[in-house]
Structure formats: structure tokens, C-alpha cells
């Protein structure tokens, strides 16, 4: 049984960082995508970060230059760090990690419980 935990969550004045990080659990064969969302009160979900399986990233606009995603294949685990908070990140941040387990023959997505994460000004 795969599951998909995030964990780094907290409260922070503006201006300053946090880490949250992502592990998936059990018997993994392959990793193709591990993914941070965000969803705030009110809003939708939307795509912070990606990170592809050669390492390859990309930004939501309103992260770039402040964000980072990172990813550690031998541990299955990626790692979003967040530098130069603004209150308007606060939000809860979920994991999306699509995988394929030991003996399987597709793909499954999975999403994480999600970490909150709270900005003061």
C-alpha cells in the first residue's frame, strides 16, 4: 500500500521560509511526476511547482524566484522550499505524485492530506 505524506507545515511571519517535503511510502517501481498544489480559502487548486523525472522544473508565476522544488529519487521524496513568504501564500499545500508500484502495470496518481501553511504579515 503506497501512500503519499506531506509533512513541514507551520506558521511564519512574511519574509520568511519554510520547507515541506513529500514522501511516498511502500514498494515504488517508478516515480513519473511529484507536484505541489495549493489551495487557499475560497479558491481552486492551483499548480505551485512541478518537477519532472529527469529533474526538469517549472513555476507558477506568482513563485518564481522565491520557490524551489527539489527531488530525491533514492528517498521518494521531493521538497518544496519556500523563501520570501507573502501572506498571500498562505494556503493549504498538497502533494500530487503519479507512480508506478512494485508489480503493477500503469500508472496510479496519488494526492497527499496536505500541509497547512499560514503567512502572518
Known amino acids: 500500500q503506497v501512500q503519499v505524506v506531506e509533512s513541514g507545515g507551520g506558521l511564519v511571519q512574511a519574509g520568511g521560509s519554510l520547507r515541506v517535503s513529500c514522501v511516498l511510502s511502500?514498494?515504488?517501481?517508478?516515480?513519473?511526476?511529484m507536484d505541489w498544489y495549493r489551495q487557499a480559502p475560497g479558491k481552486q487548486r492551483e499548480l505551485v511547482a512541478i518537477i519532472s523525472s529527469n529533474g526538469g522544473t517549472k513555476y507558477a508565476d506568482s513563485v518564481k524566484g522565491r520557490f524551489t522544488i527539489s527531488r530525491d529519487n533514492a528517498k521518494n521524496t521531493t521538497y518544496l522550499q519556500m523563501d520570501n513568504l507573502k501572506p498571500e501564500d498562505t494556503a493549504v499545500y498538497y502533494c500530487y505524485a503519479e507512480f508506478m508500484s512494485c508489480g503493477s502495470m500503469w500508472y496510479d496518481d496519488y494526492w497527499g492530506q496536505g500541509t497547512q501553511v499560514t503567512v502572518s504579515s
Open positions: 511502500g514498494c515504488i517501481f517508478s516515480i513519473n511526476a
